[in-house]
Nanobody, 121 residues
Framework: VQLQASGGGLVQAGGSLRLSCAAS????????MGWFRQAPGKEREFVAF????????RYADSVKGRFTISRDNAKNMVYLQMKSLKPEDTAVYYC???????????????WGQGTLVTVSS
């Protein structure tokens, strides 16, 4: 699966953005998907996950209640709706395919190019 994230940009604190991840290649609907982010000078961290089978979701505590992950299998798309953005949400955001059993970076693969989100205070 090849992935391409888009939708990043500059937004003021308290604002919203919706990121998109377009998938191509193998049968997208059979893959659980995740969003990660990497801030300057920091390690890549888990943000959100959505399963392929049940559509169940999981979020990092830092974004719970503010971010929503969703998918459209017919369009081979995964989305990350981000609300009430904070300066600490500034990072490059990546989508990835889950290949393992957890939500560590090593449990995901097929990393696409990220999209930069900058939240100004």
């Amino acid at each position: 699966v090849q992935l391409q994230a888009s939708g990043g940009g500059l937004v003021q604190a308290g604002g919203s953005l919706r990121l998109s991840c377009a998938a191509s290649g193998r049968t997208f609907s059979h893959f659980s998907m995740g969003w990660f982010r990497q801030a300057p000078g920091k390690e890549r961290e888990f943000v959100a996950f959505i399963s392929w089978r049940s559509g169940s979701t999981r979020y990092a505590d830092s974004v719970k209640g503010r971010f929503t992950i969703s998918r459209d299998n017919a369009k081979n798309m995964v989305y990350l709706q981000m609300k009430s953005l904070k300066p600490e949400d500034t990072a490059v955001y990546y989508c990835a395919v889950r290949t393992g059993a957890g939500v560590r970076t090593t449990d995901f693969g097929s990393w696409g190019q990220g999209t930069l989100v900058t939240v100004s205070s």
